[in-house]
């Protein structure tokens, strides 16, 4: 009992953090109709950045200025690279294969600075656990569950209450007419680019921290796995987000959990789990757990 206890807080706390980069790939997907590839890149320079200032500016004043950075650099990326042009009708699908080339040249560069190294990003919790009854948790994994669970919640009400959150609800349902209202599509993919990119930069501490060995050059990569629980949830849907999120957080960590008694399915299935989940789930829902079915006109 004590085991699954252990590894449903895992996977909690893993679903947390994959959230915030879930969260990340739907608001782009809303704003601009862009898979945003790139978002792995992003949460490697925010870890990284962080890594590197945090001796001289103290954990907070990097990790501060890392999602401002890392922020920045998505809007830049979007407004300079990605905007270009007249949009039309395959401006999106253009745009999702541009961002693609985006993460290889961020990725090579960030790589060729990490190198063979392990960095660590100085976060306050370090290896420290403590024992919530029968199961010992690190602290960083709580300190993941209380942070996304804030920032969530504020990105929710961002959503609900902000005229930026209505722009960006109406530019999701008809960009045509959103325009038309006087709704700034520009500004508004603008500002959800860059809103993903300080989601992506916060959720870097928490894959990095204990008991992860620290910041390397295939961290980015991990952002994939928020992949299939963005599919899952519903690519406009930032409620699915979160839903898909906790799914896959839950699976990796149960499978990694009873690695033993799955046996059988390989030893290298927990790297695939949380993609054969997907596959499972959109058999049944082809949309998502949250998605809408597009009408069409005959």
Same mark, same amino acid.
């Given at each position: 009992?004590t085991g ?13 953090v ?5 969260l990340?790939?739907v ?15 992003l949460?490697?320079l ?6 590197v200032?945090?001796e ?9 200025l890392?999602v ?6 998505a809007?830049a990326?979007?407004?300079?690279l ?13 745009q ?7 993460? !290889?040249? %961020?990725?090579?560069?960030l ?6 190294d $392990?960095?660590? +990003? #100085?976060?306050?919790? *370090? /290896?420290?656990?403590?024992d ?5 948790v ?28 209505l722009s ?17 599509l520009?500004?508004?993919r ?9 989601l ?14 620290g910041?390397e ?8 796995k928020?992949?299939?629980a ?8 930032p409620?699915g987000?979160l839903?898909?999120s906790?799914? !896959?957080? %839950? ?5 990694a959990?009873?690695?033993?008694? $799955?046996?059988? +399915? #390989?030893e290298?299935f *927990? /790297?695939?789990?949380?993609y054969?989940?997907?596959v499972?789930?959109?058999?049944v ?5 949250f998605?809408a079915?597009g009408?069409?006109?005959?």
């Amino acid at each position: 009992m004590t085991g699954l206890l252990d590894n449903l807080l895992n996977g909690l706390a893993l679903g947390s953090v994959y959230a915030l980069v879930a969260l990340g790939f739907v608001v782009i997907f809303k704003a601009s109709g862009v898979l945003n590839f790139a978002h792995g890149s992003l949460l490697l320079l925010g870890g990284y950045l962080t890594a590197v200032l945090h001796e001289d500016l103290g954990f907070a004043g990097a990790l501060a200025l890392a999602v401002v950075a890392t922020a920045t650099v998505a809007g830049a990326l979007d407004r300079l690279l990605l905007q270009r042009g007249e949009p039309d009708a395959h401006a999106a699908h253009v745009q999702t294969i541009v961002t693609i080339g985006i993460d !290889i040249v %961020l990725v090579t560069d960030l790589s060729r600075r990490i190198g063979g190294d $392990l960095l660590s +990003l #100085g976060d306050p919790w *370090g /290896d420290s656990v403590r024992d919530l009854g029968p199961v010992t948790v690190a602290d960083s994994r709580l300190a993941a569950i209380v942070v996304s669970a804030v920032v969530i919640g504020a990105v929710f009400a961002l959503f609900r209450y902000t005229a930026w959150g209505l722009s960006l609800r109406a530019a999701a349902e008809d960009r045509e007419a959103a325009a038309l209202m006087g709704v700034r599509l520009t500004r508004v993919r603008t500002l959800a680019w860059c809103l993903a990119g300080a989601l992506a930069a916060l959720a870097a501490v928490f894959l990095v921290a204990f008991p992860a060995p620290g910041l390397e050059r295939t961290t980015g990569q991990i952002a994939l796995k928020a992949f299939p629980a963005a599919i899952l949830g519903g690519m406009t849907s930032p409620a699915g987000a979160l839903a898909g999120s906790m799914l !896959i957080g %839950l699976t990796e960590a149960l499978v990694a959990g009873y690695q033993s008694e $799955l046996h059988v +399915l #390989g030893e290298g299935f *927990g /790297d695939v789990a949380p993609y054969a989940v997907m596959v499972l789930v959109l058999l049944v829902r082809p949309t998502g757990l949250f998605g809408a079915k597009g009408a069409a006109r005959v």
